[in-house]
Each structure stands twice: as structure tokens, then as C-alpha cells.
């Protein structure tokens, strides 16, 4: 099992930028595919951003793609996730994700933090 906890949070403004950071317990960290969700009120929690257990491969949604980066540290047991040029849209509530021998996605079986606020002005 793999506990998730995220940070990094908060308001900001049009074109502003925030970094997310997802610290796991555990000892396997680096045997998980590591992901990024977010919900904005009313909505389905959608995809983000995804990274391979070893950090070669990335993938993004093409509504962040360009904007944001997703990263981790293995040593350190965390990810990351890079918010630039943030838009209202942006606004949610981001989750990470984990997946044990593959990467998250909407339809998996994944370990998921509790979530951190993101709020974008106009």
C-alpha cells in the first residue's frame, strides 16, 4: 500500500503559476506509476498528467499539455506537478494517483491522495 499526500495549493492569478507536490509512504515508491486528476465543481474528475515508474515517459491532457509538467523523485518518494500560464479554468481540486506496476488512469484501480485546492482569478 501507498499513502498519498499533496501540497502546494492555493489562489492565484490569471497566468500566475503553482507547483504541486505529492509525498508517498512506503518503500516501493519507485515500483509506481504516478498520476495527476483534477475536479472542478459539478464536474467528473478528469486526467491530468501521468509519469512511468522511472520517469521516462510522461503524458498529459491536451487542455495542460504545453503548460504543465509533471516530475518525480524517486529518492525522495515524491511527484510533481509544474502549473504554468494557469488559466480559470484550471480551477479544481487536484488529486494524485497512484498505480502499483502501471500508470493511473480514470478507469483503474489506483491509491489517491485526499486533494489540494486550486484556484484560478480572472
Known amino acids: 500500500q501507498v499513502q498519498l499526500v499533496e501540497t502546494g495549493g492555493g489562489l492565484v492569478q490569471t497566468g500566475g503559476s503553482l507547483r504541486l507536490s505529492c509525498a508517498a509512504s512506503?518503500?516501493?515508491?519507485?515500483?509506481?506509476?504516478m498520476g495527476w486528476f483534477r475536479q472542478a465543481p459539478g464536474k467528473e474528475r478528469e486526467f491530468v498528467a501521468t509519469i512511468s515508474p522511472g520517469g521516462s515517459f510522461t503524458y498529459y491532457a491536451d487542455s495542460v499539455k504545453g503548460r504543465f509538467t509533471i516530475s518525480r523523485d524517486n529518492a525522495k518518494n515524491t511527484v510533481a506537478l509544474q502549473m504554468n500560464s494557469l488559466k480559470p479554468e484550471d480551477t479544481a481540486v487536484y488529486y494524485c494517483?497512484?498505480?502499483?506496476?502501471?500508470?493511473?488512469?480514470?478507469?483503474?484501480?489506483?491509491?489517491w491522495g485526499q486533494g489540494t485546492q486550486v484556484t484560478v482569478s480572472s
Open positions: 512506503g518503500r516501493t515508491f519507485s515500483s509506481y506509476g
Open positions: 494517483a497512484a498505480r502499483q506496476g502501471g500508470l493511473p488512469g480514470s478507469r483503474t484501480s489506483n491509491y
